[in-house]
């Protein structure tokens, strides 16, 4: 054979082994791409996204892992089981977004505003959101398994079957929180907490050591075998 037949006959040989694993293994993951526009199913992850506007964006499904969002405006967007895992989304607004089955879990979100957000469903296990607002928002069946929630204001919120497990709840408003279920606070430390008009008889997981330090009134109901301490109604400055 010809010095240039052989190195034809190579050429044609390498090319079908490379369809062949073209085919086996499939196209590449695109991967991250900061670049890329607000839209469905985009990844973000590990991005600087924070000081800029998105509301009204489509982020259905996005994958916003490790994504900084600090300040960022995200208002009335499409955050459905967007997942959100350890992003930074420090003093920035998902108002009134609709955020069913998102995945926030352990996200930093100090004094974020989260009112009137659509979050059936969604985890926030582990999450730093402290002095964050929930005002008005729907959060039925969501997991705040281990979040630290100190001072949150859950006012006029639905927590419905939500689970505050092992969550730090110190200073946390629930008296003007919404739920007709069990709510699951195993756990959960109750310093100052503010439980007042709540009827918490069906509530599982709540013990008399968190009962003595939360901050309830002659409204409050509690679980049975459990009594309102001495110190309530609580003395607030």
């Known amino acids: 054979m010809t010095p240039v037949r052989s190195s034809m006959v190579l050429q044609a040989g390498a090319a079908v082994v490379a369809a062949f694993l073209g085919a086996s293994l499939g196209p590449a993951s695109a991967g991250p791409s900061c670049s890329a526009s607000a839209a469905p199913g985009v990844d973000w992850t590990g991005c600087d996204k924070k000081l800029i506007i998105l509301s009204d964006s489509d982020l259905n499904g996005a994958t916003l892992v490790d994504t900084d969002f600090t300040s960022t405006d995200l208002r009335d967007t499409n955050l459905l089981a967007a997942n959100f895992e350890k992003s930074t989304l420090v003093r920035a607004s998902l ?5 069913r089955g998102a995945r926030f879990d352990r996200i930093e979100a100090y004094r974020t505003n989260f009112s009137s957000v659509d979050a059936r469903g969604a985890t926030f296990a582990s999450a730093e959101v402290q002095r964050s607002n929930f005002t008005n ?8 398994t281990k979040a630290e929630l100190g001072r949150a204001d859950f006012s006029g ?30 756990g959960s430390f109750f310093f100052l907490t503010r439980i007042e008009g709540l009827d918490l008889s069906a509530a599982t997981g709540l013990q008399q050591w968190q009962v003595d330090m939360s901050c309830g009134d002659g409204e409050t109901k509690l679980p049975s075998g459990l009594s309102a301490p001495s110190a309530w109604p609580c003395s607030f400055d």
């Open 137 to 144: 928002a729907v959060l039925v069946d969501v997991d705040f």
């Open 157 to 186: 919120a639905d927590i419905t079957g939500t689970k505050f497990a092992l969550a730090n709840l110190a200073r946390a408003d629930l008296s003007k929180a919404k739920f007709s279920g069990p709510i699951d606070f195993a």
């Open 95 to 99: 108002a009134n977004s609709k955020a």
